[in-house]
């Protein structure tokens, strides 16, 4: 069974920075892309980043300025660098990995919490 496991949340006030991280029990090369998803209080879970298995990123408009997605291969690990976090960045994010070929799979971590305050 795939498990992947977020870390890197935390408190940080408006305007700083945190690193995510999310790890693989298993090569990350055997999924077509990883992603970023973050569910704010209240809302419904939206996409923040992805990057396909060959080390391609693609954003949501609203953060592309500000996260930056990157993989180690090597450590079977997936990054997400947030910098100028607003308030509105407040939300559970979750680590996301796809198989597209059949059988199509999905799996996700348990979220770590990531909170904008001051």
């Known amino acids: 069974q795939v498990q992947l496991v977020e870390s890197g949340g935390g408190l940080v006030q408006p305007g700083g920075s945190l690193r995510l991280s999310c790890v693989a029990s298993?090569?990350?090369?055997?999924?077509?892309?990883m992603r970023w998803y973050r569910q704010p209080p209240g809302k419904q879970r939206e996409l923040v980043a992805a990057?396909?298995?060959?080390?391609?990123?693609n954003y949501a408009d609203s953060m592309k300025d500000r996260f930056t997605i990157s993989r180690v291969n090597a450590e079977n690990t997936v990054y997400l660098q947030m910098n100028s976090l607003k308030p509105e960045d407040t939300a559970v994010y979750y680590c996301?990995?796809?198989?597209?070929?059949?059988?199509?799979?999905?799996?996700w971590g348990q979220g770590t919490q990531v909170t904008v305050s001051s």
């Open positions: 996301n990995a796809i198989v597209l070929t059949y059988p199509s799979r999905s799996y």
């Open positions: 298993t090569n990350i090369l055997s999924f077509d892309a």
């Open positions: 990057i396909t298995s060959g080390g391609y990123p």
